[in-house]
């Protein structure tokens, strides 16, 4: 069936809008593409039955002109699926209805809307961290529809936290984040399987139980300067992407890691001057790892963290679209606007961590 779109013709050409930001103009000095489009907007139909709509209106064309047609329409994602607009379910189509209106613009004749959400409902996202980013992830996951969440933290619910974490709320002080969030998600979707582990992370190995049939680690740590190591080591060792992200004083920051395809972590660290250099840039560095930021990170700020994060999960679970922060450690500066630079990671051929990946 065909999208929502507009055209009109114009000479011998036809000008054709389904997104605002483009206008596809096509040859058309016969008027069979107006004409095909136009019974297409009438409703479904298949390749035969729009051949004899057209031959009815003194347009002569053949089943395989109409395919041919069709391909094409498809080729500018103008057309899709009509069976597959919708999931099925009356529920779940109310519930998921933004998100199906969402994946319109990326489906076609062989890839539906309805089975980007499909996709979403069968994933599974470990998510580290309950706070300020990570809050604002996990009602994005759930919104999503991710099927399964396993939510990892260790803190307390505090007053401190109601200016950036829109999970809690008074009468939830002194409880364990990760139990609260967790009641969220049940109280937001019962569809979705959400399993709250509270617990400190200090290695790698903490995070060996809890990758199994997982498809995408999500969040970030706080505390040890490299807490996001050993979350890339664990993302690496269970083959599965890593996403993440957080602010320092002035800067947002993502990054993704694609295991077996890009960068990661320890690559870019591997650029760095020693940590027991004498340069200035060593210096530097040195200072920066040991400077504790107060955490400054507004609501505003903790929900774009939260929403970029999960727009790459996204990324990664439907394959709507390459993800755009793999190998790469996307900067948005606050003091520039929030314009989004990319900074890739140096590859190191010799990564002790990349070689974890499985193959």
């Given amino acids: 069936m065909l999208k929502e779109c507009a055209w009109e013709p114009l000479g011998d050409e036809l000008v054709v809008v389904h997104d605002p930001r483009e206008a596809y103009t096509l040859a058309d000095p016969d008027g069979r593409i107006a004409a095909l489009l136009d019974e297409l907007a009438r409703g479904p139909a298949t390749a035969e039955e729009l051949s004899a709509r057209l031959a009815a209106r003194g347009v002569a064309v053949t089943g395989d002109d109409v395919r041919a047609g069709l391909a094409g329409l498809d ?78 933290d260790r803190d307390d619910i505090a007053p401190r936290n109601f200016a950036r974490q829109f999970l809690y709320r008074q009468a939830d002080v002194g409880r364990s984040k990760v139990d609260r969030a967790a ?113 400054g990170l507004t609501g505003p700020m903790a929900m774009q963290v939260g929403s970029l994060v999960a727009y790459e999960v996204m990324r990664y679970l439907t394959g709507v679209e390459p993800p755009r922060a793999a190998g790469s450690r996307v900067v948005l500066d606050l003091l520039d606007g929030l314009v989004p630079v990319w900074q890739p990671f140096p590859r190191d051929p010799g990564c002790p961590a990349c070689a974890l990946a499985r193959r």
């Fill in 183 to 295: 009641e969220w998600v049940r109280e937001f979707d019962p569809g979705i399987e959400v399993r709250a582990v509270d617990r400190w992370i200090s290695g790698p190995d903490d995070l060996k139980d809890l990758t199994e049939d997982v498809h995408v680690i999500a969040g970030g740590l706080d505390g040890a300067p490299d807490a996001n190591l050993w979350v890339n080591e664990a993302a690496l060792r269970a083959g599965v992407p890593l996403v993440a992200g957080g602010m320092t004083r002035t800067q947002l920051i993502y990054f993704s890691v694609d295991p077996g395809r890009s960068a990661c972590l320890l690559c870019d660290e591997s650029d760095l001057p020693p940590r027991d250099g004498r340069t200035s840039a060593a210096v530097a560095q040195r200072l920066s790892r040991g400077l504790r930021l107060a955490n």
């Fill in 75 to 152: 080729s500018l994602g103008l057309v899709e699926d009509a069976v597959e607009r919708f999931l099925g379910d009356p529920e779940a189509n109310e519930r998921h209805f933004s998100n199906l209106t969402f994946f319109g613009a990326f489906a076609r004749l062989g890839r539906s809307r309805a089975e980007f959400v499909r996709r979403l409902r069968d994933s599974h996202v470990l998510v580290l961290g309950a706070g300020g980013g990570g809050s604002a992830l996990v009602q994005c996951l759930a919104g999503l529809g991710v099927g399964a969440l396993t939510l990892v």
